[in-house]
């Protein structure tokens, strides 16, 4: 058997290596320095980032807080102008106040020389007036619902009448006076005396004819003056002859005080 011998190193063929130019650009030269001075402006530039918007942001805060400063000086104004006011309209609360209650005075105030004349123009001829007195007004009662009674309260008028036909009429002319409560006007005694008429002393009964016997009526009526308040009844105290009261009422009105 034969054997075959081969030598692959004795036949290669020897080539000789050649180094080859390395491509530009591939790298740094020794000594370059931009990519260090590359890696520093990447990270400044967000340090810049950051500085500017806090130095805006810090402006900003500089801002409102002087703002806030000169709004608390602008309330601390107010707030002394808002007392101010507060004292002004104290007083002229006062002072409306001191008007209502002067006002009330002759609003509550019926005369009596207006209240007199009234009756004695509404009193029939065969009735006569002996005595007349005021009444105090009735306190009122705790926990009761009803009005008060009018603070001027009521008078009583006593005397003498023809008849009783005569306290009638008198009772409902009295009703129809604007200075009473007219449902308040009534009869509270009525009695005919027990001796007749002496018509030589006494004299004779208005319209009786001669030789009529006359019984003479005592009587007693009632009632509460108005409660309407006087600047209401300028007409009707005028023609009473109330000069002084209607006098003040129209300069209180003039003035706008009462309507």
Do not use: H
């Not at 602008?74 to 209650?101: K, Y």
């Not at 009772?171 to 509270?188: D, F």
């Not at 209401?232 to 002084?244: H, I, N, P, S, Y």
């Amino acid at each position: 058997m034969y054997s075959l011998d081969i030598n692959f190193l004795k036949d290669r063929e020897v080539r000789v290596f050649e180094p080859r130019p390395r491509a530009q650009g591939g790298g740094a030269l020794p000594g370059d320095r931009r990519p260090l001075f590359i890696g520093l402006a990447a990270a400044l530039v967000p340090l810049a980032l950051v500085g500017g918007f806090w130095a805006v942001t810090r402006n900003q805060v500089n801002q409102l807080q002087a703002r806030s400063i000169a709004l608390d000086g602008e309330m601390s104004q107010l707030q002394g102008q808002l007392a101010e006011i507060s004292a002004i309209q104290g007083q002229i609360d006062l002072v409306r106040a001191e008007n209502n209650a002067f006002v009330a005075v002759f609003n509550e105030i019926v005369p009596w020389s207006a209240l007199l004349q009234d009756i004695r123009t509404r009193t029939p001829a065969r009735v006569q007036i002996v005595g007349l007195s005021q009444t105090a007004p009735a306190a009122p009662v705790e926990g009761s619902t009803e009005p008060p009674a009018p603070k001027a309260g009521g008078l009583v008028i006593n005397g003498v009448a023809c008849s009783y036909d005569d306290i009638n009429d008198f009772t409902l002319v009295l009703q129809r006076s604007p200075l009473l409560q007219s449902e308040t006007v009534a009869i509270t005694q009525a009695q005919q005396q027990p001796t007749l008429l002496d018509p030589q002393t006494q004299g004779r009964c208005p319209g009786t004819a001669v030789g009529d016997p006359d019984f003479l009526i005592d009587y007693s009526l009632g009632g509460l003056i108005t409660d309407t308040p006087a600047s209401q009844l300028v007409d009707e105290l005028e023609r009473q002859g109330t000069v002084g009261l209607v006098t003040r009422l129209e300069a209180l009105r003039e003035k706008g005080v009462i309507e």
